[in-house]
């Protein structure tokens, strides 16, 4: 299939997966590999460079999400480290005084796996479920946070269905109780404003790529006051929670993608709603019995997960990627077991239903032409493939 140029397009719409690093952010990285390749914690001169870009990064970061503090931001690996040093940090460091952990059903494997590991050392978990757009029963929620309760964990947005968590609401019951509230904004941050003093948010994961910074960097924001004991022991680096020889370069081109964040959110959240709801309605019109997963307005900008009925998902994605597109079936993270989502199951969807989900999302080159020929093409892909499945009513291969 062709564009309307007669060539086939490249539209790639998988940044949930994996993002460009911006290229004003690779420039502002480089010096740092080379020239400037001193150790933070060295005495000579050649440290202070490293020590200052690290603190200049931390701002830029603190920045992004309304923290009072730069030394509120740990730098970590990424979004899996952040939440590991979240949950097993504040477990650890509060035994004493309980052994409750709150969370939800649709969180990051790299929340509910350390649940499952917090849980043989002696937790007890309670998942809060969604309703059917995948926003979190908030009454049950506050339920569960009981005088045991040692923290509370909610994603700001779930990356795979888009739908944005009414994290001000949930701040509010956990502050009033003294339960510190931890949000995974992996997906959110840099697509939707995120202010930790006004939400009540007392620790924050971040990943660099997710801001098209480098991979193999993210933060952890931990409000000041509150108390987390290290995951990984050493010498003490990040105010002794993340030992380590710092990734410099790496700390320094996430700090630029913060600031490139911050300043370009606003105007870059409009475009792509606009295409986003070019490219679901689009398709909910052309295609016959497609459906959208997640919430219809409380989603994030970038992200369309569109469900499509006696079709399998990976061939939809294997089909769409011969024609030069390229999406995904979920998150990037599950996709070597054949599982359906959880997500997708938390939401009342069926096993096949989940099957014949994809994920579309958009960035900062995606555009009108890119969106317009998804559209046109993904009516014929459906119909080919529903003509191959004896599942398919012949009405809908009329
Ligand atoms: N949390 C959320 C909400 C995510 O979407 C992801 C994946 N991008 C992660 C955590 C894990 O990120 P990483 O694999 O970069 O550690």
Redesign the pocket.
């Known amino acids: 299939m062709r564009s309307k140029e007669g060539r086939k397009l490249k539209v790639y719409l998988d940044y ?1 997966a994996a993002a460009p690093t911006d290229p004003r952010v690779l420039e502002a990285m480089m010096p740092y590999f080379t020239e400037h390749f001193g150790n933070p914690s060295s005495v000579h001169s050649l440290s202070h460079k490293a020590r200052e870009a690290i603190a200049e990064a931390r701002e830029s970061v603190a920045s992004l999400i309304g923290a009072e503090e730069p030394e509120e931001i740990v730098f970590t690996s ?3 480290e952040s ?1 590991n040093l979240a949950l097993k940090g504040v477990a650890i460091r509060n035994r004493e005084r309980g052994n409750r952990i709150v969370t939800t059903v649709i969180e ?1 494997i ?1 929340i509910l796996n350390v649940c499952k590991y917090l849980t043989r050392q002696g937790f007890e978990v309670v998942y809060v479920p969604v309703d059917q757009y995948g926003v979190v029963d908030v009454g049950r929620l506050e339920e569960a946070v009981d005088e045991r309760t040692i923290l509370v964990s909610v ?1 700001y947005a779930n ?1 795979e269905i888009g739908t944005i968590e009414p994290i001000a609401e949930i701040g509010e019951i956990a502050r009033e109780r003294g339960v510190p509230l931890h949000v ?1 904004a ?2 959110a941050a840099g697509k939707v404003p995120i202010d930790v003093v006004r939400e009540k948010i007392d620790l924050l ?1 971040l ?1 660099s ?2 801001l098209y910074g480098p991979k193999g960097v ?1 933060a952890l924001y931990i409000r000041k006051g509150v108390k987390i004991s290290p995951i990984i022991h050493g010498g003490g680096q990040e105010r002794g929670l993340r030992s380590g020889s710092e990734n410099v370069p790496g700390i320094v081109g996430m700090g630029k993608a913060a600031e490139l964040a911050r300043e370009e959110m606003e105007a870059e959240a409009e475009r792509l709603t606009r295409l986003r709801d070019r490219l679901i309605s689009g398709i909910l019109e052309r295609v016959p019995e497609s459906y959208l997963n997640g919430h219809p307005t409380q989603r994030l900008p970038n992200n369309a997960n569109l469900r499509f009925s006696y079709v399998e998902g990976e061939a939809l994605l294997l089909s769409l990627d011969s024609l030069g597109v390229q999406a995904s079936s979920g ?1 990037a ?1 599950t996709s070597k077991t054949l599982e359906p989502s959880h997500v997708l199951l938390a939401i009342g969807l069926k096993h096949e239903e989940a099957h014949g989900s994809v994920l579309f999302t958009l960035g900062r080159d995606t555009d009108e032409r890119g969106i317009d020929y998804v559209v046109r093409v993904m009516p014929r892909v459906v119909r080919r493939l529903r003509a191959m499945s004896p599942l398919t009513p012949k009405e809908l291969l009329r």
């Open positions: 949930g990424g979004a899996t939440n990051h790299s994603m990356g995974d992996t997906a994961t990943s790529n997710d993210g998150s993270c």
